[in-house]
């Protein structure tokens, strides 16, 4: 499906499924009698959301509260069971969507409790849902704002009157899902209690990963792989459905301490959602997404430009920055790739416009931008000279002079450029790159006094001249290297725009400029 569709999809399907306005789901305002689970660890929360309360003889914590209206049935719930309401003095969420946080600025505002949550999820708390990276946008899944007192971090603990939660940051569903561990003696006996926040995944998110979340896929990979790690006795969870509360307690049922032991259940419904998981990404990854809908991510570069990457003539081995980046793209999208070395930048764009080609690279030049859309400079490439070892001329500056013949490549950027701006120097227009030997004649004759060429390719003529020729100094147009795609490609363009933006900000195009060792070309600024 394209993103488009899929988006589509999503929008049908979040009004059903999304942490949506309560009366959506009958079962998750549906009263139900607090009850107690296991030992200082009771149910106070509606047939289907769970709110916890752990007691302990210096006050108590609540754990998810349901949406706002249902916090006149925690209040009761607590006082049934014989608790003092103003005894609360902490209040803690397994991740922040409105069905297990919108009552805790009510919560807070009656009880005067603290609000501890995990990291990533505080800043939803604050801002009432506005930063979630799936239902930011949707005014229906917002909350009331609360402030939080303390942030906490992976294993943290919770410490109260001698109950200590450890806090497990299990992210995917949120970034800041959490699931709480502790230990309950009972009949002589510990048992380790688990209230987990289940992987998972919500209509409309996309596990391969999402603009506003890129990191989503290995989070839940993770997540599945700790909570299968956690040793669980006594399994609960954010929803009553995720640990089958019905099935194993109906109101008026004995307290028995084994009643919820079910490490077994535990780990099946971790496994459950982890299957759910791997066979979304893996239809995401073949159902020829916007970015490869071939299945193979095939991008052109100028296979005669040193800045996209270097062909082995022997080998045919494709190495430099434009590879370094296909292959990591590539492989974070799970798909193989196909660099597609072109002669020059209309092969480049005829291999885009003829879905030979995904993307192309090519440098930014406006008239170009009317024929293919740019969607992501990763590199800026400086421009000069190559001139004779005796050329008076020292810098670009000296070289638009009336008596000075320039040569360029028809189509390339400097020829683009300096057709549009030499003011007295003469350019006379190659129809392609004069191989080594014929640049040097060329110069050494005196046909020719500068030859226009990147710094890293005029790197190249120098130090293969054996001392004839040299390198003018300055640069008369900065360029930007950037992807290409095919007009109207949007998702593809948003995709690869993504892509490049983390790339420069993880240190990744740096790195693979570094590799490449590249004179004159640095990494493109952010815009
Ligand atoms: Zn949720």
Avoid: C
């Amino acid at each position: 499906m394209s993103n488009r569709a899929f988006a589509l999809a999503a929008a049908l399907t979040a009004a059903l499924a999304a942490p949506a306005p309560a009366q959506q789901n009958a079962d998750w305002t549906r009263p139900f009698p607090a009850f107690k689970l296991i030992g200082n660890v009771y149910w106070v929360g509606t047939y289907d959301l769970s709110t916890y309360l752990i007691t302990s003889g210096d006050g108590h914590i609540l754990l998810n509260t349901g949406f706002a209206e249902t916090v006149p049935q925690i209040r009761q719930g607590v006082e049934k069971l014989g608790f003092k309401f103003g005894d609360v003095k902490v209040l803690l969420a397994t991740h922040a969507h409105g069905d297990h946080v919108a009552g805790l600025a009510e919560l807070k505002r009656l009880t005067g409790a603290r609000v501890m949550m995990m990291e990533p999820d505080a800043a939803l708390l604050e801002d009432g849902g506005r930063s979630d990276f799936r239902f930011g946008d949707e005014a229906g899944t917002r909350f009331p704002l609360v402030a939080v007192d303390r942030r906490l971090r992976d294993h943290d603990t919770v410490v109260l009157g001698g109950v200590t939660l450890t806090a497990h940051h299990h992210p995917g569903h949120t970034k800041g899902a959490t699931s709480f561990a502790l230990t309950v003696r009972e009949n002589g006996r510990d048992y380790r209690v688990v209230i987990a926040n289940m992987g998972s995944i919500n209509p409309g998110v996309m596990v391969s990963g999402m603009t506003k979340y890129p990191t989503i896929g290995d989070d839940y990979a993770r997540t599945f792989a700790a909570q299968k790690a956690l040793p669980v006795d006594v399994f609960l969870a954010s929803h009553a459905a995720q640990f089958r509360m019905h099935e194993k307690y109906k109101p008026g049922d004995a307290y028995d301490p084994n009643r919820f032991v079910d490490p077994m259940g535990y780990r099946a419904a971790v496994e459950r959602l982890e299957k759910v998981y791997l066979d979304q990404l893996a239809k995401e990854r073949s159902a020829g997404p916007a970015l490869a809908p071939t299945g193979t991510l095939r991008v052109a570069f100028l296979g005669s430009n040193p800045v996209h990457a270097r062909v082995n003539p022997g080998t045919g081995t494709i190495t430099g920055p434009v590879a370094d980046l296909v292959s990591e793209l590539a492989k974070r999208r799970g798909v193989p790739f196909k660099l597609i070395p072109a002669p020059d930048v209309r092969a480049v764009i005829s291999a885009i416009n003829s879905g030979e080609a995904d993307a192309g690279v090519m440098a930014y030049e406006v008239a170009r931008a009317r024929e293919v859309d740019f969607a992501g400079g990763f590199a800026v490439m400086f421009n000069s000279y190559v001139v004779r070892l005796d050329s008076p001329l020292k810098s670009v500056e000296d070289a638009d002079r009336a008596t000075v013949r320039i040569g360029a490549v028809r189509g390339q950027t400097q020829e683009i450029f300096l057709s549009a701006n030499l003011k007295q120097a003469k350019l006379r227009i190659y129809e392609a790159q004069p191989p080594p030997d014929e640049l040097r004649r060329l110069l050494a004759k005196g046909e020719m006094d500068a030859f226009a060429m990147n710094q890293q390719r005029i790197e190249d003529a120098v130090r293969g001249s054996g001392g004839e020729l040299r390198a003018l100094t300055g640069s008369y147009v900065d360029v930007e290297q950037s992807f290409v795609v095919k007009k109207g490609e949007e998702a593809r363009a948003a995709e690869l725009k993504a892509f490049v933006d983390e790339a420069r900000e993880s240190g990744l195009t740096k790195a693979a400029l570094d590799r490449a060792k590249l004179v004159g070309v640095a990494v493109a600024p952010p815009r």
